[in-house]
């Protein structure tokens, strides 16, 4: 009787340490799994930025729109501007606006959880409004929000 109780309390304890010790370490890996995803993605959505802003920069508007959800919707001071609007707008602008620069982008804040990010950056804008014939130069903060479509980032929004 005294060996079964020895070796229920000696072996017991080898039992339990055993089964805790790979759930413990499917948890590390599924959390550092979920981290490296988070990286993956924060990459890819600065790549989506750093490449709307340089096709600003070029007066790319193909280029920037490639960048943009066809779900694109926000709201404006002139109502909700939708994917055509907001192309629509941008050409109009690209008609008005000459010698732009742009320099000094830095994301301030990205923020992903799941297939949804918001991202916030800020850069310097320069350029020559023909419409009011004078020069623009200003520090332009954005904030985004973006999704995943598929397995592409878009921008799905701005807000103001």
């Given at each position: 009787?005294?060996?079964?109780?020895?070796?229920?309390?000696?072996?017991?304890?080898?039992?339990?340490?055993?089964?805790?010790?790979?759930?413990?370490?499917?948890?590390?890996?599924?959390?550092?799994?979920?981290?490296?995803?988070?990286?993956?993605?924060?990459?890819?959505?600065?790549?989506?930025?750093?490449?709307?802003?340089?096709?600003?920069?070029n007066?790319?508007?193909?280029?920037?729109?490639?960048?943009?959800?066809?779900?694109?919707?926000?709201?404006?001071?002139?109502?909700?501007?939708?994917?055509?609007?907001?192309?629509?707008?941008?050409?109009?602008?690209?008609?008005?606006?000459?010698?732009?620069?742009?320099?000094?982008?830095?994301?301030?804040?990205?923020?992903?959880?799941?297939?949804?990010?918001?991202?916030?950056?800020?850069?310097?804008?320069?350029?020559?409004?023909?419409?009011g014939?004078?020069?623009?130069?200003?520090?332009q903060?954005?904030?985004?929000?973006?999704?995943?479509?598929?397995?592409?980032?878009?921008?799905?929004?701005?807000i103001?």
């Amino acid at each position: 009787m005294k060996r079964e109780i020895v070796f229920l309390v000696l072996f017991l304890p080898v039992q339990i340490c055993c089964k805790v010790t790979p759930v413990l370490a499917q948890g590390i890996e599924a959390t550092f799994a979920n981290q490296i995803q988070q990286d993956e993605n924060s990459m890819v959505i600065k790549k989506v930025i750093e490449t709307l802003i340089q096709s600003l920069a070029n007066r790319d508007l193909d280029s920037m729109m490639n960048q943009i959800s066809k779900n694109y919707s926000t709201k404006s001071g002139k109502g909700i501007i939708d994917y055509e609007r907001f192309k629509k707008d941008f050409e109009k602008w690209l008609n008005k606006t000459v010698d732009i620069s742009i320099s000094d982008l830095k994301i301030l804040e990205l923020n992903v959880s799941d297939n949804k990010a918001t991202v916030l950056i800020e850069y310097n804008f320069k350029g020559y409004d023909l419409d009011g014939l004078k020069e623009i130069n200003e520090v332009q903060k954005r904030k985004y929000v973006l999704i995943k479509e598929v397995d592409t980032w878009k921008i799905i929004s701005r807000i103001k």
